[in-house]
């Protein structure tokens, strides 16, 4: 952030990494290096969001995105409020539109939305004046998840450009894959793809990576190694027979990893299923930086709700 | 009823090969000259002046959701009817998915009775393939048929049984009756809401790839030609699909098809921003498909243009994409986005007309075609130079589902006639 010429993030709602320029990419990431700091202090606490009123909306279940959220709200000192599916009257059949002109109606600053239908924070955006923030729709988008993927790369690597990042497993249907893919390429790195066929959406090409079906392709000469969950329910749609034989073929292991970089990064969004994607000891390996990804998704939250409702936009 | 003489008009009749400007006499509301100089106006004779205007046979849409009985604030059997009588069709064809399901004899007399109430457009009930739309026996066709059915189908539950095709193919046949499949494999829709593609790849929405249809296509013309008995396969969306049918055509298959304005008209991009008027079963498709859909439309592969009317309410609409109904209203946007056809050069209005009229009437096997004498006087004025913006709000229809809404059209059904009665007219 240059101080003498600081500038002002101009979006109403953070809906997806697609459209966000990367000037305003930087600008997020930049935030959130400034204010990671806080969170390391005995008083965890500033005043920057006093009187901002922040709605908390997982239509589907999350721990750790809406944990990160909640957290980066308060030490900004945000008033929170909390809703998920099953606390709220979607359960007694009220529509996301009627739900949301309540909300609306309550003068919220800003609604933090987690929903498993793709499009859904770009409804709420049209309908609602407060800022409307993308914690996941569908197997859409993912923002912050990528801004603080981007940013964990970038503080490890120092930069971006000319990386090449790998994203492994079912990419048909992560979100992550898809605003990891637009993010990292958005910022100069090369994004390798990796998975099983039936698990390779068709014309992803045409986000801007290549695509592989040999996951030691995809891990040869990569800096970064994102690995995506596996989930069970998978099998039943036929995407592949057994985890047992997921992990023989498509998982990280300590055999596996001996073809990659020794300065590779081993990332992953989470929840790990260990055993099947990823294997214990690369997961809790040396090389594994799962958990700075969990600390700087604080920061990046608190930049992004600081951005977008702190300012005079 | 006073005669009426429908003066100067460009007559355009593919049937009886007339395409030229004369006049058309209705008398008792039949048919009872066509030609020039059919006698001096004199009162009490009624005139309607048709000059700069085109002259049809009666327009059918054998394809539309009247929701009636059963889902009535998306549609009644009369707002349906007038949406139909203002897009310039005089009969239309409703198809057996309402609650309850058009199976039997008593829901057919139904429609039938609220139709006649209605007093606008002819209708036409589809009889359901299965006993309520199940895909598990045999709906009792002989009695429907009875009723006044003019085909069966399944449409919006595909059949997945192939046995089940086969049989209704050959019972159907029994009867005379033309079985009209939706083709789609559930099991390669699954969870699909959208072609499948590079564009529902970016968006995070599930895909239907165009083998969910043209595999379907592919058993249904196998099992036609095994039974020798009609087949109409429903609103063609792929390139795959008019290819085969075009080559079962010209083995002689006894398979005809249909393809809806909008299949012809848009692409897939009209689903960016999650828009729910677009989302429609089957979905729009790539460039190419609408390329290869318009190519079957102009060497004949296509035989009938329709609508595929299916209102919504905003309860099935103003949701999440994932969750909204398929379907859109088209009975009041098909005239005009059809005759972009002939003003993009693409088929003859002579073609257009006849995948408009005469090709249904022939398909349904109605017993009366084209403007002859002694045939009901069921005729649809054109007003080629109309030129409109679509008003969402302003149609008929009580639903308002379309992707059209703020189009800029041109080309209106200036009068509809049903039986020398005339049941709406656009100024």
């Known amino acids: ?84 599916a099953s606390n709220s009257s979607i359960v007694k059949g009220e529509t996301l539109i009627d739900t949301a002109r309540n909300l609306q109606s ?37 923002p912050s998840q990528t801004l603080l993927d981007i940013m964990t790369v970038r503080e490890k690597k120092g930069h971006l450009k000319g990386l090449r990042v790998a994203i492994i497993g079912d990419i048909a249907h992560s979100r992550v894959a898809r605003s990891d893919t637009i993010g990292f390429i958005k910022m100069g790195a090369e994004v390798v793809l990796a998975g099983p066929p039936t698990m390779i959406p068709k014309g992803i090409e045409a986000l801007g990576a290549s695509v592989t079906y040999h996951v030691r392709e995809a891990i040869k000469d990569a800096d970064v190694i994102m690995m995506l969950r596996i989930q069970k329910e998978r099998q039943q749609a036929f995407l592949f027979p057994s985890e047992r034989e997921y992990a023989q073929c498509y998982g990280l292991n300590t055999v596996t990893l001996a073809g990659a970089r020794d300065d590779v990064l081993i990332m992953h969004p989470g929840p790990i299923n260990r055993g099947v994607e990823i294997a214990p ?15 700087n998704g604080v920061a990046v939250r608190m930049a992004i709700l600081y951005l977008v409702i702190g300012g005079q936009r | ?45 009624e005139v309607i002046d048709a000059s700069g205007k085109v002259v049809t046979p009666g327009l059918i849409d054998i394809h539309t959701h009247l929701r009636e009985p059963g889902h009535e604030y998306k549609e009644t059997i009369e707002t349906g009817c007038l949406a139909a009588a203002h897009g310039g069709f005089t009969a239309i064809c409703c198809m057996p998915n309402t609650e309850p399901v058009n199976d039997n004899q008593s829901v057919t007399d139904y429609i039938l009775k609220k139709a006649k109430m209605a007093g606008t457009v002819r209708v036409y009930p589809v009889g359901a393939i299965s006993q309520g739309l199940h895909g598990e026996r045999l ?29 209704a193919l ?47 296509v592919a058993r249904d013309i196998a099992l ?33 098809a249909e393809t809806t304005p909008h299949h012809f008209t848009l692409t897939e991009e009209a689903v960016i921003h999650y828009n729910t008027h677009a989302k429609v079963s089957p979905p729009l498709r790539t460039a190419r498909d609408r390329e290869a859909v318009r190519q079957g439309l102009a060497d004949g592969t296509i035989d009938i243009i329709a609508s595929d009317h299916a209102p919504h309410s905003s309860i099935e609409k103003e949701v999440e994409f994932d969750a ?92 509809t006639m049903v039986g020398g009665k005339v049941v709406a007219a656009n100024s």
């Open chain 1, 281 to 295: 000891e690369v997961a809790d390996g040396p090389y594994s930086v799962i958990l700075d990804q969990v600390t």
């Open chain 2, 324 to 415: 909204a109904a398929n379907g859109l209203i088209g009975l009041e946007t098909s005239v005009p986005l059809s005759l972009r056809l002939v003003e993009k050069g693409l088929i003859g209005l002579k073609d257009l007309v006849a995948k408009m009229s005469i090709n249904p009437a022939r398909l349904l096997r109605l017993p009366h075609l084209g403007l002859k004498v002694g045939n009901p006087a069921d005729l649809t004025i054109l007003d080629l130079d109309k030129r409109f913006v679509l008003d969402a709000n302003a149609l008929k229809s009580k639903s308002r589902n379309t992707p059209f809404d703020g189009w800029r059209l041109r080309g209106q059904a200036a009068m």
């Open chain 2, 224 to 256: 036609c030609e095994l039974t020798e008995a009609p087949l109409h396969i429903a609103h063609v969306s792929t390139e795959e699909s008019v290819r085969m049918i075009r080559q079962a055509k010209a083995r002689g298959a006894l398979v005809t």
């Open chain 2, 139 to 167: 709906a009792e066709y002989g009695e429907m048929k009875d009723a006044g059915v003019k085909g069966v189908s399944d449409d919006g539950n595909p059949v997945m049984n192939a046995q089940l095709m086969r049989r």
């Open chain 2, 1 to 45: 009823m006073k005669p009426t003489l429908i003066k100067g008009g460009h007559v355009v009749d593919p049937e009886t090969g007339v395409d030229g400007v004369m006049d058309v006499l209705v008398e008792e509301g039949k048919i009872s000259a066509v030609g020039h100089e059919t006698g001096t106006p004199q009162a009490p004779w």
């Open chain 1, 106 to 142: 309550m003068n919220p600053d800003a609604i933090v939305l987690r929903h498993n239908a793709a499009g859904a924070p770009h409804m709420l955006a049209r309908l609602v004046q407060a800022s409307v923030i993308n914690a996941g729709d569908g197997t859409h988008a993912h």
């Open chain 2, 170 to 216: 050959e019972y159907a046949k029994g009867f005379d009756l033309v079985v009209i499949s939706h083709c789609e494999d559930l099991d390669l829709t699954a969870k699909g809401v959208m072609n499948e593609g590079a564009l529902a790849t970016r968006l995070g929405l599930a895909g239907i790839p165009n083998a969910a249809e043209s595999v379907v």
């Open chain 1, 1 to 84: 952030m240059s101080p003498d010429k600081p500038m002002k993030f101009e979006k109403k709602d953070l809906l997806d990494i697609e459209s966000l320029s990367v000037k305003e990419i930087e600008l997020i990431l930049d935030t959130a290096e400034s204010l990671k700091e806080i969170s390391t202090r005995p008083i965890k606490k500033v005043p920057t969001l006093r009187g901002k009123t922040i709605v908390h909306f997982f239509h589907e279940p999350s721990t750790r995105t809406r944990t990160s959220f909640e957290i980066a709200a308060k030490r900004l000192s945000a008033d929170t409020v909390s809703i998920s």
